[in-house]
């Protein structure tokens, strides 16, 4: 039997929070690597904030999708079964608690906070919804790629250092492309309930061959950026240890543009994250491992 609780620790899929937690902290393993004292209770409050809203976004789109009629999966229809009205409740609650610590955050950094997290809280709280949905306007995308991109790699970058960079919304727009893939292969594999439902998604828009090609390129383009942006200094040549993430994106691309049937688009969207999180991890190792030996044989 399904329990409130342990619906409530699904709607919260705690295995897509590296997809925040790791972007989050692009903007201070910049900041270190540019010589930036890091404030542990500043990055404390970005963290806490990141994942309070994430969870939040992922309860509420949860209630949505039992609202507008989706039933795509186990949760879903557990969801049905068990009053969905707690997780509005849950969800809520998580959203005020991710802006108070962001309102503890605008109040250490500064106002600049306040408009980025005011960005970010719109986009996060529209991103689902019975009535307005960015998800359902096949603007889930694009809102995933601007918040667990640019937005949230140039927000983390201020709330440390109170400093911005170009380069760092370069550099976080690799990660962020990663992340919007997730929802786009989610999408794909939904594609014949939301018809159902009555609901737009971004694939919808795509002949299927089409589909595979956005996916590869979305899948291509973050190490594109990356090696790109070496070459005319923008980033330290460290930061190609994300191609050692590369063997890990081949079974993903077997997956997508497998011609048995339909893709298991459930492997390759799991494939994804663990893509998004060791991609992350090693542009965190490129930008801090060099300055914290340095620092640590200085001394």
Known sequence: MITK???????????????????????????????????SVRLFLIC?????????????????????????????RAVQRNA??????????????????????VYLSGLPMLVMGFIGAVLSFFYTGKKFSLKYMALGELTVFITFGPLLGLASLYAVSRTFSLHVALLSSAPGLLAALVLFLNNLRDIDN??????????????????????????ILPYIIIVCGTIPGFFTAYLL???LSLPVAIPVIKVIFSNNGTPDYDKALMGTIRIHTLFTVLCITGLVAPVFFRRLFEN
């Open 84 to 105: 969905p009205g707690f997780l509005l409740h849950y969800a809520l609650l998580l959203f005020f608690i991710g802006a108070s610590f962001g309102a503890a955050l």
């Open 48 to 76: 806490a904030t990141v994942l309070l809203f994430h969870g939040a976004v992922n309860m509420l789109n949860d209630y949505y999708d039992y609202n507008r009629g989706v039933d795509t999966n186990e949760r879903q």
């Open 194 to 219: 939301d018809k159902k439902a009555h609901i737009k998604t971004l694939p919808m828009y795509f002949a299927k061959k089409t589909c595979t090609l956005v996916a590869l390129s979305m899948l």
């Open 5 to 39: 609780f342990s619906l409530y620790l699904s709607s919260l899929r705690a295995y897509s929070f590296p997809l925040s937690i790791s972007s989050a902290l692009i903007g201070p393993a910049w900041a270190y690597s540019s010589g930036h004292k890091i404030d």
């Open 241 to 243: 240890l994300i191609l």
